[in-house]
């Protein structure tokens, strides 16, 4: 069964998981505790694209029988794209005179195929590509998730993971797949567990979609006023205080989800179109807005920095968005169905 709410939010989630990758070029600086609380509830868009995944798991793929073909689907439209598209990036950085490279610098490896394999395993070759190596192991683990849904105990996995999840945190610089792994996990079986249970999650989402609002825009200002503004990465065992972004992005996700419930059938202009091409749309923006930084290594291209703030950083997210989407339109149009071996759509 179609759902139209959960449709239009993959287009949203994109939105905000481009404005990740393009604040600093529309020269927005964080200067206040509102700010702060703003850029807070902006950053992090990667848990919709997982509670989302989660749910379209059980939702489409969980009643179905075959893991292999499911699995084997996700080599063919999600890796293949994301190697075919990492190769040039990967050999640029093997073969650029510019140094010292991502390869040498993060992870001081000087071998060409070792490199090669560490750019593969990171996702560090265009920004956001990281997801990838994380996103494959979750593919990997469906029988798991489709066990624990027959067994009813989803939830009961994923509260205590998601504790943990909340002092592990994302990796620094995204490199680190299984630490990813298990901050994503708990919002993954979430997904699925609200998918598995709309029956009772629906109607109660539908009546406190206020308060869960309130809940994420408390975070947002709790964390802007005595933490940090933006995702809190660190080491997997360092010590460190609670992410509330992560908790602040589920509740957002829940109240996001009921908004768009009470719509019903009704479409937000350019929704659709944006999660027909959602995940070309993840895969080609980082080919604009990575130049942007590996060549250029300038934030403030366009000379704005001094004007810059949210509105910028939204307009421009809504052209690298806009832009992104047209070329994927242009390239399914050129090889037809091929084009999800290239796009993942």
Not at 88 to 99: A, M
Not at 113 to 135: F, N, S
Not at 295 to 302: Q, R, S, T, V, Y
Request: hydrophobic content about 55%; proline content about 6%.
């Amino acid at each position: 069964m179609f759902l139209n709410s959960i449709n239009q939010f993959r287009g949203m989630a994109i939105l905000f998981i481009v404005f990740a990758h393009v604040y600093r070029m529309a020269g927005w600086e964080i200067d206040t505790v509102t700010e702060g609380a703003l850029f807070n509830l902006m950053m992090n868009g990667t848990v919709f694209f997982v509670f989302i995944s989660g749910f379209l798991f059980h939702h489409v793929f969980h009643h179905r029988r075959g893991f292999g073909k499911y699995f084997g689907n996700k080599c063919k439209f999600v890796l293949l794209p994301y190697l075919l598209l990492s190769l040039p990036w990967i050999i640029w950085h093997l073969t650029s005179s510019e140094g010292p490279m991502f390869h040498q610098e993060l992870a001081g490896i000087d071998n060409p195929a070792l490199a090669a394999g560490w750019y593969v395993i990171t996702g560090r070759t265009l920004t956001a590509y990281w997801y990838i190596p994380m996103g494959m192991m979750l593919f990997a683990l469906c029988p798991v998730f489709k066990w624990l849904t027959n067994k009813g105990w989803v939830i009961y996995t994923a509260i205590p993971l998601l504790i943990v999840a909340v002092y592990v945190h994302r990796p620094i610089g995204n490199l680190n797949a299984i630490q990813s792994l298990v901050y994503f996990l708990p919002i993954y079986l979430i997904g699925i567990w609200v998918s598995a249970h709309r029956d009772k999650a629906f109607p109660w989402m539908d009546r406190y979609w206020w308060l869960l609002l309130v809940v994420a825009i408390a975070l947002a200002f709790i964390q802007s006023a005595f933490l940090e503004a933006g995702p809190m990465n660190k080491a997997a065992f360092e010590p460190g205080p609670p992410d509330l972004m992560l908790l602040q992005k589920l509740a957002l996700s829940l109240a996001i989800m009921a908004l768009l419930n009470k719509l019903g059938e009704k479409e937000i202009p350019l929704f659709p179109q944006l999660a027909d091409t959602s995940f070309a749309i993840y895969f080609i923006h980082p080919w604009i807005t990575t130049p942007w930084w590996m060549i250029f290594d300038e934030p403030d291209l366009l000379g704005i920095q001094q004007y810059g703030g949210w509105v910028t950083a939204v307009l421009l997210t809504l052209v690298i968005t806009l832009i992104s989407m047209l070329i994927a339109m242009g390239i399914k149009k050129l090889m037809g169905k091929r084009s999800r071996y290239l796009i993942g759509w």
